[in-house]
T-cell receptor
Framework: EDQVTQSPEALRLQEGESSSLNCSYTVSGLRGLFWYRQDPGKGPEFLFTLYSAGEEKEKERLKATLTKKESFLHITAPKPEDSATYLCAVRSGYSTLTFGKGTMLLVSP | KAGVTQTPRYLIKTRGQQVTLSCSPISGHRSVSWYQQTPGQGLQFLFEYFSETQRNKGNFPGRFSGRQFSNSRSEMNVSTLELGDSALYLC?????????FGPGTRLTVL
């Protein structure tokens, strides 16, 4: 059974204070690791897909990396508008997505 | 390109009633998945449809059912509502691997 654990559950940063969110996973045959951003009361917004260890992807202040057991979402010089819950999910075989519980990020001005 | 749309956005029902939620996927996407999101359990997979066939099913009771039409639009139905069914119900469509979510339907069961 696929398992995804995200840490920390919540993170409070000052504007400009860089940090990383962690996503540890256990799957049999990874077919993709996905990062989403979710604002309160809205559906998750797709950010990145990573497929193999060593892969990295960037979008504005966000950079996602992948190893064989975990993924990191690095946030560089965050702004208050980066405040959201960040969700990690994995897909294995022909199964659907298994999500972690998310990390709630709050960036204060 | 229009995104995933879900109707209605908000619903209030009482215990014992039934409810039907609707999802229109992104044009060209043939796979539609449904998820239940609650503060305690997070996002939990309900079922996935592809070309009108249920391809995967999560661990939910038989009160939860769904279907997909020939135009890829999908509906999910919950019968005999319970208080614990209060949640945000999310629909996601995909073409290959990435899933794109709609805004969700907020269901409140009183």
């Amino acid at each position: 059974e696929d398992q995804v654990t995200q840490s920390p559950e919540a993170l409070r940063l000052q504007e400009g204070e860089s940090s990383s969110l962690n996503c540890s996973y256990t799957v049999s045959g990874l077919r993709g690791l996905f990062w989403y951003r979710q604002d309160p009361g809205k559906g998750p917004e797709f950010l990145f897909t990573l497929y193999s260890a060593g892969e990295e992807k960037e979008k504005e202040r966000l950079k996602a990396t992948l190893t064989k057991k975990e993924s990191f979402l690095h946030i560089t010089a965050p702004k208050p508008e980066d405040s959201a819950t960040y969700l990690c999910a994995v897909r294995s075989g022909y199964s659907t997505l298994t999500f972690g519980k998310g990390t709630m990020l709050l960036v204060s001005p | 390109k229009a995104g995933v749309t879900q109707t209605p956005r908000y619903l209030i029902k009482t215990r014992g009633q039934q409810v039907t939620l609707s999802c229109s996927p992104i044009s060209g996407h043939r796979s539609v998945s449904w998820y239940q999101q609650t503060p305690g359990q997070g996002l939990q997979f309900l079922f996935e449809y592809f070309s009108e066939t249920q391809r995967n099913k999560g661990n939910f009771p038989g009160r939860f059912s769904g279907r997909q039409f020939s135009n890829s639009r999908s509906e999910m139905n919950v019968s005999t509502l319970e208080l614990g069914d209060s949640a945000l119900y999310l629909c996601a469509s995909s073409a290959v691997n990435e899933q794109f979510f709609g805004p969700g339907t907020r269901l409140t069961v009183l």
